[in-house]
């Protein structure tokens, strides 16, 4: 068990010494750093591809290298940090992350990015459990939602800033500069950590102990299946061999790991917590709310720079309008949470999530930025009301002795529903696209009265501009006019992505509601 567990005792009429409010806060920062850097690079991705001489269709590496290195090393943990002790572990993380993330400034090419940018996800993956480890641990209850608010701040504020701080940094510094913003804040977190964490001996006798097999399976798993996700929309999915191997793998690894885990006397992640109702429910909500957040961090950015042509730094302006609201409306959620249950606030603040993304479901040519103005701040204002609430449902009946397990799953499936969200969304964009191409190229036929003067006035528009020979221009009127169609039928795949988005997020509301009761809900201070 960590030093921070083995501390951790149920304090009822408590309250946290500074000491470990600094070591809270300071966790925060890491978790913060760590999530931001998910995203990061999202409004960048262009110059990146650029700097390091790849394609259009191999750039997404950049962020899922990344998220591969997060989601595999978050269950993981818990376990680490009992080996090399809590202190020790999380401090060694800290120095790395910033480290491997400088590291990607001077890489060349795709493979050394892919490479650094995997580790950089290793490192910062352990801070984010870790954050919230200690909130459960070094917190009593009734401070726990003023610590799960910190933490929220982390989760949502950060993915909604990412594409900002990175598209301006990119558009007025260059884009190695992105990499560069982790250094100062990891070198605050460490020394804070430093002073404040308690040192403990390290447990190698565990490594003995160590569910390996879980561990071998969970990584060739996740990593497979990742790599399908990503991938698979390019290829046509299972139509190349290379996805449908991939796929086999991942579902017979992935499969193995489970049954490892639900067998074995010293599970790697404690699946058997899911039979709790309430933490169950909240990791359900919690995968859902996941997909949503980094879906429409995604979604956002691909719509204006595809449709609109916005540059980095135009588009982290219109993003940053999700994020800055929500630095207001957090810190007020643990008040609420004192007055309300915590099912209903975070039924509610889904429910606004999801309105926010119905807004986009009729986009057209004329939707830019100051359009996406109110839904974006609509959606800070739902993603401000969700995580906390839905973080005191989950963890409300968890023992400190179980905070870190709970956590690592917790995390981890977090960061899998967005590595999903994005996957699929992406393939609902081509798809979408694909349809409303075929329905709108249905109408364009040169039967139609409107469609002939139409090709007819623009012939006449490139003869007036150059072009003297009547076929050529005809032909290029042609072109134009199959442009038109593409870019209006793209514009209503993206209509068609957020639709989806708003319906996986009004089944996330239901299931909250389905919750018991939580200990940390309305009246926390008073029951503990």
């Known amino acids: 068990m960590s030093s921070v567990t083995q501390s951790a005792a149920p304090r009822a009429a408590a309250r946290a010494s500074t000491r470990e409010w600094i070591a809270v806060s300071a966790s925060m920062i890491g978790a913060f750093m760590a999530i931001l850097n998910i995203q990061i690079t999202n409004a960048s991705l262009l110059d990146i591809e650029g700097g390091i001489g790849t394609g259009v269709d191999n750039g997404a590496w950049i962020s899922t290298a990344y998220l591969i290195g997060e989601i595999i090393v978050i269950p993981l943990t818990d376990y680490l940090s009992r080996v090399f002790s809590f202190r020790r572990y999380i401090l060694v993380n800290s120095i790395l992350f910033p480290l491997f993330s400088i590291a990607c400034a ?17 490192a910062g993956g352990i801070l984010i459990p870790m954050a919230f480890t200690m909130v459960l641990t070094k917190l009593p209850k009734p401070q726990q939602p003023i610590g799960l608010a910190l933490f929220a701040i982390a989760v949502t504020f950060a993915p909604a800033i990412g594409p900002t701080i990175g598209g301006y940094l990119t558009e007025n510094y260059g884009w190695q500069t992105i990499f560069y913003v982790n250094a100062v804040p990891s070198a605050v977190m460490v020394v804070a950590l430093a002073f404040t964490l308690d040192p403990s001996p390290m447990r190698l006798d565990l490594l003995k102990e160590g569910d390996w097999a879980g561990v071998v399976t969970m990584a060739i798993g996740l990593a497979a299946f990742q790599t399908v996700l990503e991938e698979g929309n390019k290829d046509d999915w299972f139509a190349s061999p290379f996805i449908l191997r991939l796929a086999i793998v991942a579902a017979v690894f992935l499969t193995a790991f489970v049954v490892i885990e639900l067998t074995v006397e010293k599970p790697l992640i404690n699946l058997r917590l899911l039979k709790q109702r309430n933490f169950g429910i909240g990791v359900l909500a919690n995968t859902l709310v996941g997909f949503a957040l980094f879906g429409t961090v995604y979604i956002l950015p691909q719509y204006l720079g595809q449709v609109q042509r916005y540059n980095a730094e135009q588009t982290g302006n219109v993003l940053a309008w999700t994020g800055l609201p929500q630095l ?4 007020l959620v643990p008040l609420m949470m004192k007055r309300w ?5 975070a039924f509610v603040g889904i429910s606004v999530f999801a309105a926010s993304c119905f807004m986009n479901i009729t986009l057209s040519l004329d939707n830019s930025g100051d359009q996406f103005f109110i839904p974006n701040v609509v959606r800070a204002i739902g993603q401000a009301l969700v995580l906390t609430p839905i973080s005191a449902i989950t963890t409300g009946a968890i023992a400190p002795s179980e905070a870190g397990a709970a956590s690592g799953l917790s995390n981890m499936m977090r960061n899998l529903g967005g590595a999903v969200g994005t996957a699929t969304l992406s ?4 798809k979408r696209e694909q349809f409303h191409s075929n329905i709108i190229g249905q109408s364009i036929t040169l039967t139609r009265d409107e469609v002939r003067a139409r090709l007819e006035q623009m012939t006449d528009y490139f003869m007036a501009h150059g072009i003297a020979d009547r076929a050529a221009a005809t032909a290029k009127a042609v072109g134009q006019l199959g442009a038109v169609v593409k870019r209006q039928a793209l514009i209503m795949g993206f209509s068609d992505t957020f639709a989806v988005i708003g319906v996986i997020l009004s089944v996330a509301a239901v299931a909250v509601l389905l ?14």
């Open 106 to 122: 001077f890489t060349h090419d795709l493979g050394s990015m892919i490479a650094m940018r995997a580790l950089q996800g290793f």
């Open 328 to 331: 207001l409306l957090i810190p």
């Open 341 to 345: 249950d915590a099912r209903y606030i």
């Open 427 to 430: 393939t609902v964009l081509t």
């Open 515 to 528: 919750a018991r009761k939580s200990g940390l809900g309305a009246g926390a201070a008073g029951a503990h």
